[in-house]
């Protein structure tokens, strides 16, 4: 019990409390390890036993011990010390050295890797940077960064680090201002002179994959673009899209996870997620490519337009106008002139070279299956754009061999 003179009187009786019911407000980290440190040097045996041997020491050297003052300002000094010590501690907990979240996107300029761990070097799916492409960024590992996280949405797992050496971070979309993530300003660069009407041949190597449908279908009766067809339809008379993939063959599944990746070469393809397109492009890309019954646009983007562009959009967007120069072209005519009849390679190489250009032919290979034409493959070099003239990319394409010899031009029916 103890008695008060306060309000209540000074003979009242007062209960104890107990010190774990009395409310503990919330210090700082740092106050919060300072007050460790002081009940640390009033309860600790060490800090006990330090008082003890002092005055023995002391007495064993033939020495006064020390005034009960003289301890008091020692043991003061400790605690002060050991104080100071621990909250430079505290300062290694500072947020200064926790991750930092960020607003804005990452412009990838390289194909770096995109780790799961930066630390660790785990990198699921060995995925890689798209340069050009933007990322939503989501914070940095600290204030100095060396990493930034992004979202790779084709990704698994999706939140990916990356080296802040391999972009650059947009964070204020509404002017477009881009911040570079090295401070040090860089050296202006020599520009190349300008050169009048730029030739695609600086550009990326393509294989543009023109099918013709009947042939096609001949051999694949149970697809369904092929139980539907009819003499009526687009592919009856006109070159459809295969595809349009990236050179070397073996530039593909960019960005693409494992489980796409496997889903894909199982032929599991209405299962892969879809490509994002436009209505329009949906609508035109439906016609000329009859595969889209089968989910082939799924197929052909995880696999090549993964590897060509930052969108599908794009993708199939450009691929479809190279499509349609060739359908407004005399090599369409050649082939609807000849239906049910047999053409050499030459004479279709030769309406290349009448169409687009001397030497444009030897950039086309006919592909043949059980004497029937099946497709053209038609090799291409450029900066490919919806507008990008045919007749330059195939004059930068590499030659290639006529294929088969001659085939059949088939009609719709089985």
């Given at each position: ?15 104890p409390i107990?010190?774990?019911q ?25 800090a006990?036993?330090m ?8 007495k ?6 020390a005034?009960?003052?003289?301890e ?18 505290s ?12 607003d804005?996107?990452?412009?990838a300029?390289?194909a770096?890797p995109?780790f799961?761990?930066?630390r ?5 799916g060995?995925?890689?940077?798209v340069?050009?492409?933007?990322y939503?960024i989501?914070e ?17 797992p ?8 391999c972009?650059?971070?947009l964070v204020?979309c509404?002017?477009?201002?881009a911040?570079?993530?090295?401070p040090v ?7 190349p002179?300008?050169t ?6 600086a550009?990326?190597a393509?294989?543009?994959a023109l ?11 149970d ?31 960019c960005n693409?996870?494992?489980?796409d ?14 490509p994002?397109?436009s ?16 989910c082939?646009?799924?197929h ?11 969108s ?5 967007g ?6 349609d120069?060739?359908?407004?072209s ?7 002139d000849?239906?049910?009849e047999?053409?050499?390679a030459d ?5 290349f070279d ?17 004497g ?13 754009q ?19 010899g001659?085939g ?7």
């Amino acid at each position: 019990m103890c008695s008060s003179a306060g309000p209540f009187g000074r003979n009242a009786r007062l209960e104890p409390i107990l010190s774990s019911q009395l409310p503990r407000p919330k210090l700082p980290v740092n106050l919060q390890i300072l007050a460790v440190g002081s009940a640390w040097s009033k309860a600790s045996p060490v800090a006990s036993t330090m008082q003890g041997v002092s005055g023995w020491g002391l007495k064993s050297l033939g020495l006064r011990s020390a005034t009960p003052l003289e301890e008091t300002n020692r043991m003061s000094m400790f605690r002060a010390f050991l104080g100071l010590t621990l909250l430079a501690l505290s300062a290694l907990f500072s947020p200064l050295h926790a991750s930092q979240r960020l607003d804005g996107y990452f412009i990838a300029s390289d194909a770096c890797p995109a780790f799961q761990s930066f630390r660790k070097g785990t990198n699921p799916g060995d995925v890689t940077l798209v340069p050009e492409r933007a990322y939503t960024i989501l914070e940095k590992n600290k204030s100095n960064a060396t990493h930034y996280r992004i979202r790779i949405r084709e990704a698994s797992p999706q939140e990916r680090w990356v080296a802040v050496s391999c972009g650059t971070l947009l964070v204020d979309c509404r002017s477009s201002k881009a911040i570079p993530v090295e401070p040090v300003t860089p050296e202006p660069q020599p520009q190349p002179p300008p050169t009048p009407q730029p030739q695609p041949a600086a550009g990326f190597a393509y294989l543009l994959a023109l099918s013709w449908q009947p042939g096609f279908c001949q051999g694949h009766q149970d697809k369904p673009e092929c139980e539907s067809q009819t003499g009526e339809r687009f592919d009856a008379t006109n070159f459809t899209l295969h595809g349009l993939w990236p050179q070397p063959r073996s530039n593909d599944y960019c960005n693409v996870s494992n489980r796409d990746k496997r889903l894909d070469e199982r032929h599991g393809w209405c299962q892969l997620p879809a490509p994002m397109l436009s209505e329009q492009t949906l609508e035109d890309l439906t016609v000329a490519m009859p595969g889209v019954a089968s989910c082939l646009e799924h197929h052909e983007w995880i696999k090549h337009g993964t590897c060509y562009r930052e969108s599908a959009e794009s993708y199939f967007g450009e691929a479809v106008a190279l499509l349609d120069q060739v359908n407004d072209s005399p090599v369409r005519r050649l082939f609807a002139d000849h239906i049910g009849e047999t053409l050499r390679a030459d004479q279709i190489r030769d309406a290349f070279d009448h169409a687009f250009g001397p030497g444009s032919g030897r950039k086309v290979e006919v592909s043949c299956s059980g004497g029937l034409i099946t497709e053209l493959r038609i090799n291409l070099r450029g900066d490919i754009q919806p507008d990008t003239p045919l007749s330059g990319l195939l004059a930068a394409g590499a030659d290639t061999g006529p294929g088969c010899g001659s085939g059949k031009v088939d009609a719709v029916g089985f």
